[in-house]
């Protein structure tokens, strides 16, 4: 579960990023973030990784708190939450399996565990039979899906996908967010956050909506999901 309360982030400079966000995602919901370049969005992402700190409030993620988290506990949080980076971040000298072995091996998962888990996530993703092509080697939308197989890894129980569609011809996109929706039904909270309107009628869910550090909107299939919001 993730759950901000009055969540205020200041950035150093005195960019008052977040004026007070309050939201609860449950687990297994399939849910939207969208809203304007320099809204907040990238800030809640990072609140939710233990990145950021909130400058008051507070942030619960999975069973941890983020405003007193130990820099120690900050790999367990992370192996609950994966992230899809917007621009994959991907290892290029590293072969499609590695990409994924390492994210796992990073945060202490065993061989084992490597070798069981890896071709089961290059299956759910169609990319079992590229394990030994480099990123350079695969298209972009299978890029994306390399992306989301390395997040899915460690078996997340959370997935957050930064503008999974952000470089996509739209047949691509609808593949992707295909794949993110299966990957939900599965089990996987899902955290899309996009500024792409359309991608978000298409696939109505629960849609919240932030402007300016603000949520102005919280809804699900049309409705309001906090009347008080
Ligand atoms: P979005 O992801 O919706 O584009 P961000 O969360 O990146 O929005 O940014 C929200 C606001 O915080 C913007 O005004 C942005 O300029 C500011 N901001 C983001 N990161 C920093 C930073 N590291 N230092 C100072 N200001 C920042």
């Given at each position: 579960m993730i759950e901000f309360k009055n969540v205020k982030k200041t950035y150093v400079?005195?960019?008052?990023?977040?004026?007070g966000v309050s939201m609860q995602i449950e687990d297994g919901e399939f849910c939207f973030l969208v809203g304007p370049s320099g809204s907040g969005k990238s800030t809640i992402i990072k609140l939710i990784t233990g990145e950021l700190r909130p400058t008051s409030g507070s942030v619960h993620v999975n069973g941890y708190s983020l405003e007193r988290i130990r820099r120690r506990e900050v790999p367990y949080l992370r192996r609950t939450v994966g992230v899809v980076f917007q621009d994959f971040?991907?290892?290029?000298?590293?072969?499609v399996y590695e990409n994924v072995a390492f994210a796992m091996r990073v945060v202490g998962a065993r061989a084992q565990e490597i070798r069981e888990r890896v071709p089961y996530v290059l299956d759910l993703v169609g990319l079992e039979t590229k394990s030994?092509?480099?990123?350079?080697?695969?298209?972009g939308g299978e890029q994306q899906r390399l992306g989301s197989a390395r997040a899915l890894g460690n078996n997340p129980s959370t997935l957050i996908a930064d503008e999974?569609?952000?470089?996509?011809?739209p047949a691509r996109s609808m593949e992707i967010m295909t794949l993110l929706q299966e990957i939900n039904n599965l089990g996987t909270t899902m955290l899309v956050v996009t500024h792409e309107h359309n991608l978000v009628e298409h696939f109505a869910n629960r849609v919240i909506t932030i402007e300016d550090g603000l949520i102005t909107s919280d809804r699900m299939d049309g409705l309001n999901v906090y009347e008080d919001q």
């Open positions: 400079e005195g960019n008052k990023a977040l004026r971040r991907l290892i290029d000298n590293m072969t030994r092509r480099r990123p350079g080697e695969l298209s999974p569609t952000g470089n996509l011809d």
